[in-house]
């Protein structure tokens, strides 16, 4: 055997091979679109989907998109912690993801590195919001009780009609 015609078929061989790969690569891309999609990234990560019922705290978590569970996790504080500590926890969480002040000039040929992320400040914001609107939902029961009736008015306001007079 010649060498150029070895390095042919080495090559006829190779790319009926890679060919082969890339159509059954082309039909499970087919195939997993068709399905859609299961758990990956970017899906019901956070429980949302599940709450279905229409209770108020699935309402909230549609809302929010986000589980209170989730957010206590980014807070750092469990369910039973008062307001004031998910606050202090938010305060830290989001100063520590700010942007810092910048700096007058870099090191030459330096870059300065980013410190703070916009998507974990995001992610704290969201879980404060979520916690609050579930201590709003719970305290909702107690505040029309205490809240007094509304006047009504006495008079007759001009637009109504006064009653007739008896005889």
Do not use: C
């Amino acid at each position: 055997m010649s060498s150029p015609k070895v390095l042919i078929q080495i090559l006829i061989t190779g790319s009926r091979i890679l060919g082969k790969a890339f159509f059954e690569a082309g039909r499970q891309a087919v195939k997993n679109a068709k399905q859609g999609p299961q758990g990956a990234l970017g899906g019901d990560v956070g429980g949302v989907g599940s709450a279905t019922s229409g209770s108020p705290t699935d309402q909230i978590t549609r809302l929010h998109r986000m589980t209170l569970d989730e957010a206590n996790l980014i807070l750092n504080v469990k369910r039973e912690d008062s307001l004031e500590r998910v606050l202090k926890n938010y305060e830290h969480l989001f100063k520590a993801n700010s942007p810092g002040p910048t700096p007058d000039k870099a090191a030459k040929g330096k870059i300065p590195l980013p410190t703070n992320s916009h998507y974990l400040q995001s992610k704290v914001f969201r879980a404060r919001e979520r916690i609050e609107a579930e201590h709003k939902l719970g305290e909702a029961p107690a505040a029309p009780a205490e809240a007094p009736p509304a006047p009504g008015p006495t008079t007759p306001g001009p637009t109504e009609t006064p009653p007739p007079p008896q005889s």
